[in-house]
T-cell receptor, first 112, second 114 residues
Framework: GNSVTQMEGPVTLSEEAFLTINCTYTATGYPSLFWYVQYPGEGLQLLLKATKADDKGSNKGFEATYRKETTSFHLEKGSVQVSDSAVYFCALRGTGGFKTIFGAGTRLFVKA | NAGVTQTPKFQVLKTGQSMTLQCAQDMNHNSMYWYRQDPGMGLRLIYYSASEGTTDKGEVPNGYNVSRLNKREFSLRLESAAPSQTSVYFC?????????????FGNGTRLTVT
């Protein structure tokens, strides 16, 4: 079945550092891929998405490219801020719809 | 625009008690979902409703029931709570059930069963 694997955290960075959070997936067909972010005490919010191979999703300085050849969707940001501290979830929504599969989440701490 | 609203925010139950978690969305979305979030396990789908009048089991449906009351509301019921159901519960909605449609989440209900 479909699955998502993302790097374990926590990840601790200093402000203005470069961020990469790795995500790989297993799926049949042509899924859509998503990154969601969860701030303390809140629900998940969509950060970005990509719906087909080689698409790049971007939002708020974050980017991720849908790589079918490596089945990956790594999240990157060039310069993180303290306000980016949160838990980040990689997710997949497969053909046949309905069920979004989530990775375990990666907690990011950014120090001033 | 409130989005997805869940009540209550917090709840403590004793083993064997029952309760219903309420969820409503004001985005005119067709599909609604209940997830539970446990440390290190991401989110797991309990039940979903692809459209008004339909409900289906997700990955972890045992011990739960749902009702899609109308297009806006989707409730989750625990008939006889168990400590294993201690978790954070999230309701979500999407415009439709298709592969490209992202989820919109409520802020969650933190449930403790003692």
């Amino acid at each position: 079945g479909n699955s998502v694997t993302q790097m374990e955290g926590p990840v601790t960075l200093s402000e203005e550092a470069f961020l990469t959070i790795n995500c790989t997936y297993t799926a049949t067909g042509y899924p859509s891929l998503f990154w969601y972010v969860q701030y303390p005490g809140e629900g998940l919010q969509l950060l970005l998405k990509a719906t087909k191979a080689d698409d790049k999703g971007s939002n708020k300085g974050f980017e991720a490219t849908y790589r079918k050849e490596t089945t990956s969707f790594h999240l990157e940001k060039g310069s993180v801020q303290v306000s980016d501290s949160a838990v980040y979830f990689c997710a997949l929504r497969g053909t046949g719809g309905f069920k979004t599969i989530f990775g375990a989440g990666t907690r990011l701490f950014v120090k001033a | 625009n409130a989005g997805v609203t869940q009540t209550p925010k917090f709840q403590v139950l004793k083993t064997g008690q029952s309760m219903t978690l309420q969820c409503a969305q004001d985005m005119n979305h067709n599909s609604m979902y209940w997830y539970r979030q446990d440390p290190g396990m991401g989110l797991r789908l309990i039940y979903y409703s692809a459209s008004e009048g339909t409900t289906d089991k997700g990955e972890v449906p045992n011990g739960y029931n749902v009702s899609r009351l109308n297009k806006r509301e989707f409730s989750l019921r625990l008939e006889s709570a168990a400590p294993s159901q201690t978790s954070v519960y999230f309701c979500a909605s999407s415009e439709e059930a298709g592969v490209n449609s992202p989820l919109h989440f409520g802020n969650g209900t933190r449930l403790t069963v003692t």
